[in-house]
């Protein structure tokens, strides 16, 4: 019934409208509110009809809601993308599985984050929160998907190390232009004394060995080549995607 009132809705979303647009009083819908639902659990069973033997990614990306109130939950300065800086306000961590086949994110769930003190009581730091989202969630999480997709912000060793350790999930994210990455030495390791031999250099992200990348994908615009490399910044063996965009005569324009 809640469903279908809010999509007759034309104006607010609150529970005075829900009211004139139902039977039911405003005070039953904000009893009905206080209770717990589990949506998570709700909107993978609606994705289990929708999305059936299709293959599916997890993602998870925090955004910004602008909160002028004082007695909103967790108001705190988040970073806004639109603005380019941190403004007062929510931010709600959104989990998502994106069809591959229909091309589309159906949501699952949206988590508030804490506010500054809250999480300083807890003894966490924001990526602390983050990564216990996915922890907690894995167990779901898993019926459908083993990858889960972030931006550039969630390529840090602790986000990275806690995900993988405490859930199946591999993590699918982006690393800077500038990225600290070395070549794996594959060679004949030295019989003499010393630590055997494990990286081959620093890979140059402008110009990098193609005897070594192996391509993966071509088309009209762009080239993708993979390769296993060692990640400095993550401390772990990772495979890299790098994608070149080409433009007039097949020149690279950027990566």
């Known amino acids: 019934m809640i469903f279908s009132c809010f999509l007759s809705l034309r104006n607010r979303y609150n529970f005075m409208a829900l009211q004139r647009h139902s039977k039911h009083n405003e005070k039953s819908f904000r009893l009905q509110f206080e209770k717990r639902f589990d949506y998570l659990e709700f909107n993978l069973s609606l994705l289990s009809i929708a ?44 989990l998502a599985e994106v069809s591959l086949e229909h091309n589309t994110a159906f949501h699952l769930e949206a988590v508030l984050t804490p506010d500054s003190d809250t999480l300083k009581l807890k003894a966490q730091t924001r990526i602390d929160h983050y990564a216990q ?3 907690d969630r894995a167990a779901q999480l898993n019926k459908c998907g083993q990858y889960l997709a972030v931006d550039a912000y969630f390529s840090k060793e602790k986000f990275v190390r ?14 800077r232009c500038d990225a600290n990455l070395k070549y794996l030495y594959k060679g004949k390791q030295s019989s003499g004394r010393g630590r055997p031999k494990k990286y ?17 994908y071509q ?37």
């Open 51 to 94: 999305c059936m033997d299709e293959p599916l990614v997890i993602a998870f990306d925090p955004t910004y809601l602008p909160k002028s109130g004082t007695h909103s939950p967790c108001i705190d300065r988040f970073w806004s993308g639109c603005s380019g800086r941190a403004m007062r306000g929510q931010e709600p961590g959104g």
């Open 133 to 135: 989202i996915i922890v």
């Open 162 to 175: 806690t995900v993988t350790e405490k859930t199946d999930l591999e993590v699918i994210g982006k690393l």
């Open 200 to 216: 081959d250099g620093k890979i140059d992200m402008k110009k990098i060995d193609k005897r070594r990348f192996k391509k993966c």
């Open 219 to 255: 088309d009209d615009q762009t080239t993708i080549y993979e390769l296993v490399v060692w990640s400095v910044q993550l401390k772990r063996e990772i495979k890299v995607a790098y994608v070149e965009w080409h433009g007039s005569n097949n020149k690279k324009v950027r990566y």
